[in-house]
């Protein structure tokens, strides 16, 4: 049975950073590549962060880019995704995916099997 969870959701204060985590049972971690998704209450979910399994690839929205950093640990079989700077707009559930669709480090989306998504964790970012 395939498991997807995140860590690391929080409040913090604006400026702030938090890292999230992302583990997974039943499938190959490292052969997948992996995805970092938010959505905030009235808006659709939107890519923040995507990676290749050795890490070569890697897909940013622009809005995150150079506060957000993704990053894999293939020993422990975890995703990060560590973010400094924060906004009140990064306020968000976010989610992990596995199996993302990653091209060229230009585009990323999400896995259509519900499976592949984890529960989800909040940040909330405070001004």
């Known amino acids: 049975q395939v498991q997807v969870a995140e860590s690391g959701g929080g409040l913090v204060q604006a400026g702030g950073s938090l890292r999230l985590s992302c583990t997974t049972s039943?499938?190959?971690?490292?052969?997948?590549?992996m995805g970092w998704f938010r959505q905030a209450p009235g808006k659709e979910r939107e890519t923040v962060s995507c990676?290749?399994?050795?890490?070569?690839?890697?897909y940013y929205s622009d809005s995150v880019k150079g506060r957000f950093t993704i990053s894999r640990d293939k020993a422990k079989e975890t995703m990060y995704l560590q973010m400094n700077s924060l906004k009140t707009e990064d306020t968000a559930m976010y989610y992990c995916?596995?199996?993302?669709?990653?091209?060229?480090?230009?585009?990323?989306?999400?896995?259509?099997?519900?499976?592949?998504w984890g529960q989800g964790t909040q940040v909330t970012v405070s001004s």
């Open positions: 995916a596995a199996g993302v669709d990653l091209r060229s480090g230009s585009y990323c989306t999400g896995p259509g099997a519900n499976n592949l």
């Open positions: 039943g499938l190959p971690f490292n052969s997948y590549n």
């Open positions: 990676l290749s399994p050795r890490g070569y690839t890697t």
